[in-house]
């Protein structure tokens, strides 16, 4: 009987997305005051059921996926979402200042984007006898 208890539960969190950072935003997020990235907790906690809440969609740049940015505090998070995977990517933290949506800025961040995270290989794609 208990495992019809927890069931429910593991399709609850099976729904919720995953978040990850790419490696410039990790060390932006690390740079962060102890006090701004406890302010982060929260809001990330809630992305996880979300993502798109109080986030705008910027549709103007050119990703592969569609980037968006959430405001928490004094500072902007650039975010992508994959919905196939179910992954929320952290592309950047930026401060909000003159130099946040710079000329050509937005599309850097978005290049960032390196594919999905923790993806299984593809096993049709090898071929026999390698």
């Not at 401060?95 to 984007?113: N, V």
């Amino acid at each position: 009987m208990d495992s019809d208890k927890t069931a429910p539960e593991k399709r609850k969190d099976s729904k919720k997305y995953k978040i990850y950072f790419e490696l410039a935003a990790q060390k932006e997020f690390a740079d962060l005051d102890h006090a701004v990235r406890e302010a982060f907790a929260d809001p990330v906690k809630r992305m996880k059921e979300h993502p798109t809440q109080d986030a705008t969609h910027l549709r103007n740049v050119k990703s592969k996926l569609p980037l968006y940015k959430k405001r928490i505090g004094d500072y902007r998070v650039f975010l992508s979402i994959d919905s196939r995977n179910r992954q929320i990517v952290v592309l950047a933290i930026r401060k909000r200042d003159s130099d946040t949506y710079e000329p050509g800025g937005l599309e850097s961040i978005a290049a960032r984007y390196s594919g999905p995270h923790d993806k299984q290989p593809d096993k049709r794609s090898k071929r026999k006898g390698q």
